[in-house]
């Protein structure tokens, strides 16, 4: 590793680490605070934070190597997340603000189920922390992942450290601050990551000679990279637009709606939040496909096609700057994994120990099983990331449709339909989980499906079947009228 490289990588780190140091000082006094902060995000940060926590590794690795490997008809994975995270600020995320501080000012989503439904027996809320805990712990596992392929890749560092540097800073900065933390990281995590996507395609671009000879290249080198369909199915089409729909059932994402000031609010944030992603994107996908010319032009070759950033940011630009690029992706990494440590310690904390082990314990008591359940899933995620079997992206997928099928579906209908009923909600979760774990694991012949579509189908007609023949009794509908009456007022 260079000296610029260091003094980057160290100077981002250290940053982390004072934006943590402040959240501690100044949001964290009671468990409210931090898992939610407060509820007092503004409009940027929102929109910031729930897309640096949305995009993780694989939008600087995985998405990148996937445009590298296919060409453009790997982009429709990306039209589908940009469908799906536009409708999730229309459909869900005012009535969620609303309805969540409706609900007892619910602080988990699994808290919200619990007091949206009048579930005294507490089974959503078991099943629902389950899930979280299942999936969160795959997806963490990717996004360390990342990082240890991020330091073995750009600083030929060994894996295993990388794995245990990246965790240690992200577990730091979030035992300290927690929400409060991890959204101003995300804000600024955010901001590194859509200039350094913007950056590196321009300077390929140029590189290259301009747009032009960059894309008659590609073309020279195979027709098929700058064809939407050659080399795809319709169900391989099918499959990657089907990855929008998991954005109705990400816990870290859904968390960011529940912590905006006011209901308002959230329409500046759907503005700066798809702008965002619009931008992120489109660079990830050009960084690839531009990728194709550079390597052709110069004959090149990379052993990993997911390093195709990391080989731009160390070639093509000063090492200061190249660090820079690097905290990039270090960026995006640490983003979502601080988000998802944060919720699954929220759901250690609210949704087990306090809701069936220690009712009566106290806010000091509360914020230090959540501290400690911080460790507690960054140490089992960090067990798992050993010895990766598959690659970023196939570990965010199973990860991502696992959430979209069993929350998704229920947190569409529990915000939209006042029919849904307690006994449909527990039906979909189940049916919805279990049916993404048996597809991915089972052998059988329909592989090339993605899981999320059978998931979210089937959960969604469970959810309609059972609610129709255990209808919810008439204080749950009232309570939802007046939420859609509240929301037509103030939004």
């Given at each position: 590793m260079g000296i610029y490289q260091i003094i980057s990588i160290g100077l981002y780190m250290l940053l982390m680490l004072g934006i943590g140091l402040y959240a501690y000082r100044k949001s964290t006094s009671n468990v409210d605070e931090f898992l939610l902060g407060g509820r007092k995000m503004g409009a940027a940060v929102t929109a910031l934070s729930a897309g640096a926590a949305d995009m993780s590794g694989w939008l600087l690795m995985g998405l990148p190597g996937a445009m590298f490997v296919s060409g453009i008809s790997a982009s429709w994975i990306a039209i589908g997340l940009t469908i799906g995270a536009y409708l999730n600020y229309v459909l869900v995320a005012p009535s969620l603000r609303v309805y969540t501080e409706k609900a007892q000012n619910a602080i988990t989503i699994p808290d919200f189920f619990e007091k949206r439904f009048r579930d005294s027996s507490k089974m959503l809320r078991f099943i629902s922390g389950a899930v979280i805990l299942v999936f969160f712990t795959l997806y963490t596992s990717a996004g360390m992942v990342s990082g240890g392929k991020l330091f073995e890749s750009a600083f030929g560092m060994d894996y295993t450290s990388g794995l245990w540097l990246t965790s240690s800073v992200v577990v730091i900065y979030t035992f300290l601050g927690g929400f409060l933390a991890v959204s101003l990281t995300d804000f600024v995590q955010g901001t590194i990551m859509v200039l350094a996507l913007v950056l590196v395609p321009i300077v390929v671009i140029v590189n290259l000679g301009g747009v032009g000879p960059a894309f008659e290249t590609i073309h020279l080198k195979d027709t098929k990279y700058l064809s939407l369909f050659r080399g795809t199915t319709t169900i391989g089409i099918i499959s990657l637009l089907a990855w929008g729909l998991g954005y109705f059932g990400q816990p870290h994402i859904l968390v960011r709606f529940m912590a905006i000031d006011t209901v308002k609010q959230l329409r500046s944030a759907k503005k700066i939040g798809i702008t965002w992603m619009v931008f992120t994107v489109a660079g990830a996908m050009l960084v690839g496909l531009v990728g194709i010319a550079y390597m052709s032009n110069y004959n090149l070759t990379i052993a990993d096609p997911e390093t195709i950033f990391i080989f731009f940011s160390k070639t093509l630009f000063h090492p200061l700057i190249g660090g820079f690029l690097l905290s990039a992706i270090l960026a995006a990494v640490m983003s979502t994994i601080s988000s998802q440590l944060l919720v699954t310690s929220s759901s250690l904390t609210e949704d087990f120990y306090k809701a069936f082990l220690r009712r009566g314990a106290s806010q000091n008591e509360l914020l230090l099983i959540?501290?400690?359940?911080?460790?507690?899933?960054?140490?089992?995620?960090?067990?798992?990331?050993?010895?990766?079997?598959?690659?970023?992206?196939?570990?965010?997928?199973?990860?991502?449709?696992?959430?979209?099928?069993?929350?998704?579906?229920?947190?569409?209908?529990?915000?939209?339909?006042?029919?849904?009923?307690?006994?449909?909600?527990?039906?979909?979760?189940?049916?919805?989980?279990?049916?993404?774990?048996?597809?991915?694991?089972?052998?059988?012949?329909?592989?090339?499906?993605?899981?999320?579509?059978?998931?979210?189908?089937?959960?969604?007609?469970?959810?309609?079947?059972?609610?129709?023949?255990?209808?919810?009794?008439?204080?749950?509908?009232?309570?939802?009228?007046?939420?859609?009456?509240?929301?037509?007022?103030?939004?």
């Open positions: 959540s501290r400690l359940s911080v460790f507690a899933v960054a140490l089992v995620s960090l067990l798992l990331s050993l010895n990766p079997k598959e690659s970023i992206l196939e570990l965010v997928g199973h990860a991502w449709a696992g959430f979209g099928s069993a929350f998704g579906p229920l947190i569409l209908l529990s915000l939209l339909w006042r029919g849904i009923s307690r006994n449909g909600a527990v039906a979909g979760m189940l049916v919805g989980g279990i049916t993404v774990l048996a597809w991915v694991y089972l052998d059988h012949p329909y592989k090339d499906l993605y899981s999320m579509i059978p998931g979210f189908l089937l959960s969604m007609l469970s959810i309609v079947a059972v609610s129709k023949f255990s209808g919810p009794a008439q204080e749950i509908q009232t309570e939802f009228d007046a939420v859609k009456k509240e929301l037509k007022e103030n939004y």
